[in-house]
């Protein structure tokens, strides 16, 4: 790659500008392994997307996960405030 050529310029990575969820990601990551098997995208930089792609993968699962739980928890708050209102 020239060093001059910037990556979001390369063929099809303007189709991933928004990674916003797991399956975001993974199809990213689908599309990556493609691209390289088709020889369109390099090795090296293939390899940068992956490692990106992946810690944003663990990010997201964590962000979603940390939702899940704040909410299970606000409902079991309530469910105790209601028990407690009716004791």
Do not use: P, Y
Request: overall charge positive.
């Amino acid at each position: 790659m020239r060093s001059k050529e910037k990556l979001g310029d390369r063929g099809g990575v303007a189709e991933w500008r928004k990674l916003e969820t797991a399956g975001d990601i993974r199809r990213f990551l689908a599309w990556t392994i493609h691209s390289v098997r088709n020889q369109t995208l390099d090795r090296a930089t293939a390899g940068v997307f992956s490692q990106l792609a992946l810690a944003m993968l663990k990010a997201t699962e964590t962000a979603d996960l940390e939702k899940r739980l704040e909410a299970l928890e606000a409902s079991l708050h309530t469910s105790i405030s209601k028990e407690n209102c009716r004791s």
